[in-house]
């Protein structure tokens, strides 16, 4: 198997690395900071599932000054992830 399947696969694995794609492609970029009071979750915690999503090669990162900002690197696996999740709502 691809092991960019494989990759994106085991970075899809964690709710809160969805979560973060789908906030990324609602607000086009974010800082870890805004991420962090965005999901209640530690900074180190936002910067782990980051570097895992970016590891995975969905999403990408920009420095501007001091801060890191955050963008989806593709916008495909929002639309991997609908249909997922209407394959469940219709109890497939």
Known sequence: MNDQIIRITRALNHPI?????????DHHQS???NLV???????PAISRHLRILE???????E????????SLADS???????????HVEEGF
Do not use: G, M, T
Not at 20 to 25: D, E, K, Q, S, V
Not at 63 to 70: G, M, S, W
């Open 76 to 86: 495909h696996i929002i639309k991997i992830l609908d249909v997922l999740k209407q």
């Open 37 to 43: 009071k965005q999901f209640d979750v530690s900074q």
């Open 17 to 25: 690395r969805i979560q973060i794609l789908y906030y990324l492609n």
């Open 63 to 70: 420095r501007v000054k001091q801060e890191k900002y955050y």
């Open 55 to 61: 590891e995975a090669k969905l999403v990408k990162s």
């Open 31 to 33: 800082s870890v900071n």
